[in-house]
């Protein structure tokens, strides 16, 4: 079988777009920015999108393109000793799967509680942690499902089945939606957001630059780790989507088109999120620096506790409430899909197995592994996993792939391949982004991220949880990394071939 094709080139663009825009944009961004400098932080923001991430993905686009393959597939055809960090973002990209999805549960549990919107009467966080989690007491006393979260992930792992049940087919034809309509939805929030009483005090939070914070290199960390996370890169996500490239498609004006509009989505969203909190500080009198503006606590809590006071009376809430959470709907599902569809694609290019079955049975696993975020501990171990997979791979995976790709195969033959079909060319600034750049700041957040890890135990949990759920996590996803890059490879140029004998 020939190795399916995006349909467009919007297309792509689009469903690289629905990739990186998920809940980082929403959550994890106007949070960042607050705490580290406020309009001052998007100076080292667009420097870190500009040095490091347009560059890596630009990286990791071509690479699949010109291999046609998911990440293990295409590191090995470089050289056979790049395959296991191929894997190592494949076994990652799967835990990220597998509580991200839960994530989705969460929203979608919310979506349907939007038409009930307990928050009016109830406080926010009673809501989400005993309404909807039920979380227990200790972290080994499993308690049982949430059963709300538990049929919320059943509808989850059935529309990421479904998106990507045909390949980029599907996902082509979804994208439209899950990008756009998001969008929409965002561009009402704002509108609401920034018109509600109070909100200029939570945008001058957001935006009043910080300039001395500039001085301070964990700022310029913070915006690095930002970048990477928001676009889907190190996780084998963008070699996947590139791998289903024509041969005429342009990376280094995709790369710029998808890394500015995931930005300007970030900054964009900085404005719902701080005009709300401006008018819940007013509201309520809890002071804005009191309040959690990153990550879940934003979203499930903190966020709804000021759509319940809306204006509008009930219809106001229950409409604003829908709006945010199908919103979050729409933001996640397509980043989540992205995951599942590069560890599909990399097994697939590896063992030559048919892909649509595959993807029905990586869905039933992926379900099954995240049933552990759905107990009524999840909460805590999504929170460890999180932390230490996303964070600490991540670093760890690109610090491996710039030395690989830059130093060992050749930034400069790497560009010189990117820059092969297309007017819009790359300097030599490419090179020193991948050979320089960002291996030194990889180097210097992994190096800190150890320090102050080993230091004081995350978030104050019991060590014996840090290594069960974080660093013996991150040791089985390079085991699992370098197992699999001992297996054979089915050779797919015979099979292709004795496909066509037999037809
Ligand atoms: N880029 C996504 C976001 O900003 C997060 C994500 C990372 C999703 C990696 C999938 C894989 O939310």
Redesign the pocket.
Known sequence: MARQQWSSRSTFVMAAVG????????W?FPGIAYQNGGGAFLVPYFIALFTAGIPLLALELSIGKKFQSGAPGAFAQLNKKFEWFGWWGVGT?FC??AY?SVVVAWVIDYVALSFKVPWMDKAAAEVFTQGVLQVSSGMFDLGGFSHVVLLGLVFAWLSIWYCIRHGVASVGKVVKYTVILPIILLMFLILRAVTLPGALEGLSYYLVPDWSKLLDINVWAAAYGQIF????IL?S?MVAYGSYFGKDAEVTKDAMIIGLA?AGISFLSGFAAFGTLGYLAQISGTPIAEMKHTGIMLAFVTYPEALGQMPGGRFGVILFSLIFFIMLFT??ID??F??IEAIITAFVDKFGWNKERTTFWFCVIGFCASLIFATRVGLYWLDIVDHFV?EFNLIAIGLVECIALGWIFGAKKLREYLNSNTNFKYGVWWDVAIKYICPVIFLFISVTYLITNLKNPYDGYPVAHLVTGGWAVVALTVVFGIIMSFIPTKDQSKSVENEKVTV
């Open positions: 990739s990186a825009v998920g809940l980082g944009n929403a994890r990209a990220i799967a991200y996370f928001s676009l889907s996780f996500i995931d933001l996640a980043s989540a992205s995951i996303n």
